[in-house]
């Protein structure tokens, strides 16, 4: 397994969102306007199989429990029929289980929203703030400095992406540095 680091040549700070239209695991279909009662959004590519991903699984579920104002929406795109962990079925088996508790997590089977966003890896995570229902980037880097999924990081898990966070809470950009994210590849299909 190959660790990529993310560094998106799609979306620069105050870019939309771009839209989506996908299936979460509560059988639910999702699109960004479901998420206008947020003041951010933080998008996320991640997986069910790579190491890289699961080792963010507790962040993530902490930044979904921890700031009710931040959606955090988890988008699986990776190609389940190479991948078997990563299908639908097993995306519905982790929140049942609560490896993954957060507010939505979505299939991308076209794999079209992660094209649209310049996702490069698992985890890949994006932060948008709520401007006026049009969710602008403002983040897009590493969850902290744990860089291998055996490592911890020097902070609070999460403590980078989190005080990005905070910025946005506050009314005011981030000022964190973008660090590329580390992680497993994206699955894409032929």
Wanted: charged share 30%; aromatic share 10%; glycine share 8%.
């Amino acid at each position: 397994m190959v660790a990529l680091e993310s560094e998106s040549d799609v979306l620069d700070h105050g870019d939309l969102a771009p839209e989506f239209e996908l299936e979460g695991t509560d059988g639910e279909t999702y699109t960004l306007g479901d998420f206008d009662d947020h003041d951010a959004l933080l998008v996320v590519f991640t997986c069910n199989h790579c190491p890289y991903a699961k080792a963010k699984y507790g962040a993530m579920n902490d930044i979904a429990a921890d700031y009710e104002d931040v959606a955090v929406v988890g988008i699986n795109p990776n190609d389940a029929e190479e991948y078997p962990e990563d299908s639908f079925e097993k995306m519905v088996e982790y929140v049942e289980r609560g490896d993954i508790d957060i507010t939505a997590y979505l299939r991308d089977d076209t794999q079209e929203v992660a094209e649209a966003y310049g996702a490069v890896c698992t985890p890949d995570p994006f932060l948008f703030r709520n401007d006026n229902d049009d969710f602008r980037l403002v983040y897009h880097g590493r969850f902290d400095d744990a860089t291998n999924p055996d490592e911890e990081p020097s902070g609070r898990p999460g403590y980078e992406i989190r005080g990005a966070i905070e910025s946005v809470l506050a009314g005011e950009t981030p000022d964190a540095e973008d660090h590329p994210s580390r992680g497993c590849s994206i699955k894409w299909r032929d």
